[in-house]
């Protein structure tokens, strides 16, 4: 499904941009146009993937202990 930016009404086009580059950024098309531009072995495929799930862990262990 395309991603789709309507213009609001006096709405400048740097401010649509924005939302459009918001709107790629958590659909997660940019990573998936730079995943695709090289080969990446499947070694480097999973180190990446275990270092992603650790960041995630180490985020969810830091908000948990703060309290947000």
């Given at each position: 499904?395309p991603?789709r930016?309507?213009?609001?009404d006096?709405e400048?086009v740097?401010?649509?941009?924005?939302?459009l580059?918001?709107l790629c950024?958590?659909?997660?098309?940019?990573?998936g146009?730079r995943?695709?531009?090289?080969y990446?072995?499947?070694s480097?495929?999973?180190?990446?993937k275990e270092k992603e799930r650790?960041?995630t862990?180490r985020?969810?262990?830091?908000?948990?202990t703060?309290?947000?």
């Amino acid at each position: 499904m395309p991603i789709r930016v309507d213009l609001r009404d006096r709405e400048p086009v740097d401010k649509a941009l924005r939302r459009l580059k918001r709107l790629c950024s958590t659909e997660g098309i940019h990573s998936g146009f730079r995943a695709q531009k090289y080969y990446e072995k499947p070694s480097e495929r999973r180190r990446r993937k275990e270092k992603e799930r650790l960041k995630t862990i180490r985020l969810a262990n830091r908000l948990r202990t703060t309290g947000i």
